[in-house]
């Protein structure tokens, strides 16, 4: 006589499902290939943009001190000095990222930070000392900066994954964090209360 052994019914949807496929389908950040053609065109662009940055990050370390002399508010003077020690890390960073494409590092000159930089001594110049209205110009011409350097930044990010520079994409990331952070700072400074007390200021 046959016996049949039923099989035990299945409760239903217990969460053990399988645990081995989830692992090892995550994409790495960088490219595997770390084959990096260093007479490239691109990997040529991207050193230039390095001195590009270098020289406007060496440039800003003096020009936001003398931003934070101008400024009227505490508030705004904190954060620039903030951001002073920041700069001054992330030169440092940049350096290591020559050392990471074996260059030596070199400044060339930014167009672009050197005409930032001279409109935020024009926006110091056409404000009054002491004015609430200078911080709200002072937050507009260190928005700009940051933009530029989020976009440099950004690219550099990219060129450097794309070159398969891991260990250069960490420490451009770093800094790419602190600049947008910065500009959302700023904002915070802008909205909270220096735009509202200069309204009423007169010209
Ligand atoms: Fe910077
Ligand atoms: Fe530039
Ligand atoms: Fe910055």
């Given at each position: 006589m046959a016996?049949?052994?039923?099989?035990?019914?299945?409760k239903a949807a217990t969460k053990s499902t399988s645990k081995t496929a989830t692992k090892a389908a995550k994409a790495p950040k960088v490219p595997e290939n770390t084959e990096i053609a260093e007479e490239s065109a691109l990997n040529e662009l991207?050193?230039?943009?390095?001195?590009?940055?270098?020289?406007?990050?060496?440039h800003l370390t003096k020009a936001l001190a003398k931003l934070s002399k101008?400024?009227?508010?505490?508030?705004?003077?904190?954060?620039?000095?903030?951001h002073i020690t920041q700069t001054e890390n992330q030169i440092t960073r940049l350096e290591q990222v020559f050392d990471v494409v074996g260059e030596k590092a070199t400044a060339k000159k930014c167009e672009a930070m050197a005409?930032?930089?001279?409109?935020?001594?024009?926006?110091?110049?056409?404000t009054e000392d002491g004015s609430i209205t200078r911080d709200a110009g002072i937050i507009s011409a260190c928005q700009k900066v940051e933009h530029y350097e989020i976009a440099s930044y950004g690219t550099l990010k990219t060129l450097a994954?794309?070159?398969?520079?891991?260990?250069?994409?960490?420490?451009?990331?770093?800094t790419l964090q602190e600049e947008k952070q910065t500009d959302e700072i700023l904002t915070q400074v802008a909205e909270g209360t220096i735009n509202q007390s200069a309204k009423t200021e007169k010209a």
């Open positions: 016996t049949t052994t039923k099989a035990a019914p299945k991207f050193i230039d943009e390095l001195k590009d940055i270098y020289w406007a990050e060496k101008k400024a009227t508010t505490d508030e705004l003077r904190g954060a620039i000095q903030t005409g930032l930089i001279k409109e935020s001594e024009e926006i110091v110049e056409s994954g794309v070159l398969g520079y891991a260990e250069a994409v960490e420490l451009l990331d770093a």
